[in-house]
């Protein structure tokens, strides 16, 4: 599985931001799908996760009511909706997939990770 992430980009605090992530080289609906972020000198930490078919969701405490996890398996694209951004969401975002049915907020439960995408939130 490639993964291609997108839509990253410099914000004020209190704005939003839309990331993409598409998906190549197996059926992407065999996947669970998550995002996590790494802020600098910060370790990799969890952001939201989603079932192979969308009916289960995840977040962090941290993003919980202001991030929004989708997918559209028709377009093999997942999407990460956030709102009410503050600068401490400052990070490389990434998305990553797995071969079960749910991975959840662990690292380790996850196959394959994209590049990342830069979102810089700004005071």
């Known amino acids: 599985v490639q993964l291609q992430a997108s839509g990253g980009g410099l914000v004020q605090a209190g704005g939003s931001l839309r990331l993409s992530c598409a998906a190549s080289g197996r059926t992407f609906s065999s996947n669970a799908m998550g995002w996590f972020r790494q802020a600098p000198g910060k370790e990799r930490e969890f952001v939201a996760a989603?079932?192979?078919?969308?009916?289960?969701?995840d977040y962090a405490d941290s993003v919980k009511g202001r991030f929004t996890i989708s997918r559209d398996n028709a377009k093999s694209t997942v999407h990460l909706q956030m709102n009410s951004l503050k600068p401490e969401d400052t990070a490389v975002y990434y998305c990553a997939a797995a071969d079960s049915t749910f991975a959840g907020r662990s690292l380790t439960s996850y196959d394959y990770w994209g590049q990342g995408t830069q979102v810089t939130v700004s005071s």
């Open positions: 989603i079932s192979r078919k969308g009916g289960i969701t």
